[in-house]
């Protein structure tokens, strides 16, 4: 019995340390209501106190020793940490190719410095995406869950829509959300949006949609990627109506999107918000460039993708996929058959032997069993413009010149095959021609060349094509932008889900969901349409 007795005396000190230090007892009642105060604060970041046990940690006295409040503390500090560092939901569970590993964080030491110190709270803030933009979407989002309580009655009107001349009480209280929104006087809209009163009612609008109420209306479209013809149509009432609970979770869907990418996109790199058409450059944390970029059609999405940039083409051909050039070009030809030589396409039979199109009646040729492959020459009316920059990804997207450059004039610009592409591309394959190649180029005299070059990158850049709907615009402000592909509502319907029974939870067992190394890239060349 004596060495039994022994053991289970060497023992009793390492139970006891193991479950010490704890939320509660005598002296640990501020780390439990450090905790408590920091799953208050969730919903500010669009996560639910609920999940972490609030309540009934809200409701436990921490003087008191409770091995069970303990553990469910500890439950709690450990989700509510994970969810911060890498999201509530899984981003794989919403976006079956999502390129980014999850953020790293040491959860174990975080829970023991806690209880140390008993600042709970500071720990957890930790695990927080450690950008502006994550802070910027936090304030803005703090703002409209005020407003959620004063009352957003919506702007009807018995007509589909209302345009410069028309006049009633639908203008009014037209004008009266424009002045609520900030966009039209007595208000500038430089004024912040925080600082408004609102206590501008339809009742003492004029009732007339003059210039100011055309040019206000045509502002907010622009905003919102809407098309910015200053007619208040169905889309735009749609958005002008949208209550301050749907901003709030607007904001929420990409605080969540902000939880599931990393700090840091690296030095330099690409990046493309599908959503805002537009691309920036960024090199050391500074916005360097700005591009207008136009994107997949709903149909045919640009995805979600993180990519090494690889190499530029100047003067591409396109080789034109055969789902193309059956469903766009095959179509064309029959109708025009002169277009084939107009645009400079040649066409090869499966062997590869180039074919005399002039032979060829188009209107015979069954699109089932399309027998030609077609590739464009390089010229100004090449789908690809002047330039590509290929990053291979499993999606074989990649950026590009238009020879439709009037289109970059036109919103919404979702109109490609899924690629992207670049307003002035010739001036961003210069950049990156200057930034990552190992020899200097002048892309401008290659382009008059007409010949085909490849150029590689052997510096670092990074592609990055985001979606994000609400992010911090050019002037710090933040800025919400139409749905285009539909993607919130399934985010925010997945976070509104009982924490225990989400199927899309995240559960800290992701793999790692790395995809930018390109691998299942496939061919590169698939885009234009």
Known sequence: MKPFFCLLFLLLPVTVWAQSPAFTGPDRSGALESLVNAIADADRQGL????????????????????DIDRLAESAFR????????????????????????????????????????????????????????????RARLFWLKQVE????????????????????DVRALRARLVRLGRLQPFSP???????????????????????????????????????????????????????????DTLR???ERLRWMPDDFGERYIAVNVPDFTLRVVENGDTVRR???????????????????????VNPWWETPHSLAVNDELPLFRRDPGAVERLGFQVLDRAGNVVDASAIDWTTVNAAGFPYRLR?????????????????????????????????????????????????ADALAQWAVNAGAAEAAD??????????????????????????????????SVRMVHDLYGKDPSIIEAMDRSYEDDPTRNTGARPDRALASGAGGGHVGACPA
């Open 443 to 476: 892309i401008g005299a290659l382009v008059e060349r007409r010949r085909e070059v490849r150029i590689d990158i052997t510096g670092e850049i990074r592609v990055h094509f985001l979606y994000l709907t609400a992010f911090p615009d050019a002037d710090g």
């Open 253 to 255: 869907a990409n605080l």
């Open 376 to 424: 464009q020459a390089p010229g100004p009316l090449n789908a690809l413009g002047v330039v590509k920059l290929i990053f291979p990804n499993p999606h074989s997207t990649f950026l590009h010149d238009t020879p439709g450059r009037e289109r970059f004039n036109e919103l919404p610009r979702a109109l490609s095959s899924g690629c992207v592409r670049v307003r002035d």
């Open 150 to 169: 004063e009352g957003w009655p919506p702007v009807t009107t018995a007509r589909d829509h209302m345009e410069p001349g028309d006049s009633g009480a």
């Open 291 to 313: 591009h207008d970029v136009i994107v997949g059609r709903v149909s045919r999405p640009s995805p979600v993708l993180s990519a090494r940039l690889e190499y530029v083409i």
């Open 190 to 248: 430089a004024v912040p949006v925080d600082s408004i009163v609102f206590d501008f009612m339809p009742a003492g609008m004029p009732p007339e949609y003059g210039t100011d109420v055309e040019t206000a209306v045509r502002n907010v479209q622009q905003l919102a990627r809407l098309r910015p013809d200053g007619i208040a149509g169905p889309a735009t009432l749609d958005w002008l109506n949208r209550t301050p609970q749907q901003r709030a």
């Open 79 to 138: 989700d509510f940490a994970r969810d911060l560092l890498t999201g509530r939901i899984d981003p794989l569970s919403v976006e079956r190719n999502w390129p980014f590993a999850p953020r790293s964080g040491d959860i174990d030491g975080a829970l023991a410095r806690a209880l140390a110190s008993g600042d709970v709270a500071g720990e957890l803030v930790r695990f927080e995406p450690q950008t502006p933009a994550y802070e910027a979407l936090i």
């Open 48 to 67: 639910r106190p609920e999940d972490y046990h609030f309540e009934t940690l809200a409701g436990a006295d921490p003087g008191i020793a409770s091995p």
